[in-house]
């Protein structure tokens, strides 16, 4: 496609449900990161895939979070018995190999109540 | 670790005046350094980039300098516009798989 694309844009939950966010990279881009963005501050990381691989999930706050991208194109982060401080704006970027620039989706932000 | 610190905002301007935005960084390495941009209601994009010592980046009027000796990236504009109300965000690169740190971003509005 012509840019990541995430769904659902919007979400709520309520505390405990399970949720689970798409992203959808750009056609072709091998490295894909998801980062966690509360209010009022700045992006932090979570995951980084590239291809099918997950190479590093040091940022996932807790074994709550999941992440997967089974055929190396669209990843999917799960979210398990969701807390209220899971509420937050998750961003997903994909980046092309050789290049430094990652390319972000609009973002899906999470609300539990 | 690497980290990035940012000035604090918001920052509110006048239509044609003077921008600068403070950056300076933690790093271990040589890291690539960004400004990301995200206007109200829509995604992070690149602004520019500079990915060594004493590169300039610049995009529509914006312009940063690495700096590795004061270990900064300040991002400047000389004449502000409304449209470039957003909140600006400075990260840099680290680790092996390039991972982006963040600063905590900068809010601007530009007041015709």
């Known amino acids: 496609g012509a840019g990541v694309s995430q769904s659902p844009r919007y979400k709520v939950a309520k505390r405990g449900q399970d949720v689970a966010l798409r992203c959808d990279p750009i056609s072709g881009h091998v490295s894909l990161f998801w980062y966690q963005q509360a209010l009022g501050q700045g992006p932090e990381f979570l995951t980084y895939?590239?291809?099918?691989?997950?190479?590093?999930k040091s940022g996932l706050p807790s074994d709550r979070f999941f992440a997967e991208r089974p055929e190396g194109s669209v990843s999917t982060l799960k979210i398990q018995r969701t807390q209220q401080e899971d509420s937050a704006v998750y961003l997903c970027a994909s980046r092309k190999t050789g290049e430094n620039i990652q390319y972000f989706g609009a973002g899906t932000r999470l609300s539990v109540l | 670790g690497n980290s990035v610190t940012q000035m604090e905002g918001p920052v509110t301007l006048s239509e044609e005046a003077f921008l600068t935005i403070n950056c300076t960084y933690t790093?271990?390495?040589?890291?690539?350094l960004f400004w990301y941009v995200q206007y109200p209601g829509e995604g992070l994009q690149l602004l520019l980039k500079a990915t060594k010592a004493d590169d300039k980046g610049s995009n529509k009027g914006f312009e940063a300098t690495y700096r590795k000796e004061t270990t900064s990236f300040h991002l400047e504009k000389g004449s502000v516009q409304v449209s470039d109300s957003a909140v600006y965000f400075c990260?840099?690169?680290?680790?092996?798989?390039?991972?982006?740190?963040w600063g905590l971003g900068t809010s601007l509005a530009v007041n015709p």
């Open positions: 895939f590239q291809n099918e691989a997950q190479l590093d």
């Open positions: 990260a840099l690169t680290d680790g092996n798989n390039r991972k982006l740190i």
């Open positions: 790093a271990t390495g040589y890291p690539s």
